[in-house]
Nanobody
Framework: QVQLVESGGGLVQAGGSLRLSCAASPRTFSSYAMAWFRQAPGKEREFVGRWSSNIPWHADSVKGRFTISRDNDKNTIYLQMNSLIPEDTAIYYC?????????????????????WGQGTQVTVSS
């Protein structure tokens, strides 16, 4: 059973925008947190942002450019990416945390997440 399906990746020029979508099963959508991570070639997976406790959180590297939102009617979480730069090139993954952890900081690390989508490629050309 596929629980998370990402879409919306593609090739865009620097300065452009993309919106990624992550459709979840109803049960997965009710997880403690849902997040976006990315992984560039040769680099470790990086936290991009999360939605937890009904609040969006964004990594410093994308703050002011990327925005996480969710549509409860569609069981979908979004990542709006504006002012893209080549350094944003990566595979973007949607994830869900079905376990509760005290202390919200852990939800900004991949250790908290146990359900992952297949990823969608984002390529930003200079």
């Amino acid at each position: 059973q596929v629980q998370l399906v990402e879409s919306g990746g593609g090739l865009v020029q620097a300065g452009g925008s993309l919106r990624l979508s992550c459709a979840a099963s109803p049960r997965t959508f009710s997880s403690y947190a849902m997040a976006w991570f990315r992984q560039a070639p040769g680099k470790e997976r990086e936290f991009v942002g999360r939605w937890s406790s009904n609040i969006p959180w964004h990594a410093d590297s994308v703050k002011g450019r990327f925005t996480i939102s969710r549509d409860n009617d569609k069981n979908t979480i979004y990542l709006q990416m504006n002012s893209l730069i080549p350094e944003d090139t990566a595979i973007y993954y949607c994830s869900a945390a079905t376990r509760y952890y005290s202390g919200s900081g852990i939800y900004s690390t991949d250790r908290a997440y146990d359900i992952w989508g297949q990823g969608t490629q984002v390529t930003v050309s200079s």
